[in-house]
């Protein structure tokens, strides 16, 4: 998303650029003229930028769903044993479980059973599910979404904007909850 975010921005400033250079040149009439081609072409970034962020989204959900599915090849049996055991594992242990499985969704799956059966309900929310990825990429895509249409308003930035652009995609401490439940 921050290429699609970072292009968005050099398209802008570009055709920026090129209106003010139309405005130094020619007559207001052909300023307009060329200027308006110029509108067209932002509009058409814009409503590009968006559409892969949208496109981006999807496919990220889609991915989400498909780490969710069960799938005995992902079991990892002396954990799995773990889990079933004759003991209970602490809290501890959970998280070190939780870590070393972040990447699979059926063994997470497992764990959170394990947690669920047990009443541990406050470990199980650090879990991610499918839902929860598919949430935290549709607040990603709003971050990107809201930085395009700021652009958009202000195609040459400002400092703040330009620190949203700059930053976008590396957590932060408001973000990194969302980019630790993607992975």
Same mark, same amino acid.
């Given at each position: 998303?921050?290429?699609?975010?970072?292009s968005y921005a050099a398209t802008l400033k570009s055709i920026t650029?090129?209106?003010?250079?139309?405005?130094?040149?020619?007559?207001?009439?052909?300023?307009?003229?060329?200027?308006?081609?110029?509108?067209?072409?932002?509009?058409s970034a814009f409503n590009n930028a968006i559409d892969s962020i949208?496109?981006?989204?999807?496919? &990220?959900?889609?991915?989400?769903?498909?780490w969710g599915e069960l799938n005995g090849s992902d079991i990892d049996? &002396?954990?799995?044993?773990?889990?079933?055991?004759?003991?209970?594992?602490?809290?501890?242990?959970?998280?070190?479980?939780?870590?070393?499985?972040?990447?699979?969704?059926?063994?997470?799956? &497992?764990?959170?059973?394990?947690?669920?059966?047990?009443?541990?309900?406050?470990?199980?929310?650090?879990?991610?599910?499918?839902?929860?990825?598919?949430?935290?990429?549709?607040?990603?895509?709003?971050?990107?979404?809201?930085?395009?249409?700021?652009?958009?308003?202000?195609?040459?930035?400002?400092?703040?904007?330009?620190?949203?652009?700059?930053?976008?995609?590396?957590?932060?401490?408001?973000?990194?909850?969302?980019?630790?439940?993607?992975?």
């Open positions: 998303m921050k290429d699609v975010i970072s650029g090129e209106r003010t250079r139309n405005n130094d040149i020619y007559k207001d009439s052909i300023a307009a003229e060329e200027n308006a081609k110029l509108d067209s072409r932002m509009i949208m496109d981006i989204q999807k496919t &990220a959900a889609e991915e989400s769903e498909q049996t &002396a954990d799995l044993q773990l889990l079933h055991g004759p003991f209970t594992l602490n809290d501890n242990d959970i998280m070190n479980l939780i870590e070393k499985h972040y990447s699979n969704g059926t063994m997470l799956r &497992a764990i959170s059973d394990y947690c669920e059966e047990r009443g541990k309900q406050t470990i199980q929310q650090v879990i991610p599910t499918v839902y929860t990825k598919q949430e935290a990429w549709a607040k990603i895509a709003a971050g990107a979404d809201g930085i395009i249409r700021s652009l958009t308003e202000q195609p040459l930035g400002g400092p703040m904007l330009d620190l949203a652009i700059e930053q976008f995609g590396t957590p932060t401490s408001f973000s990194e909850s969302l980019y630790r439940v993607i992975g």
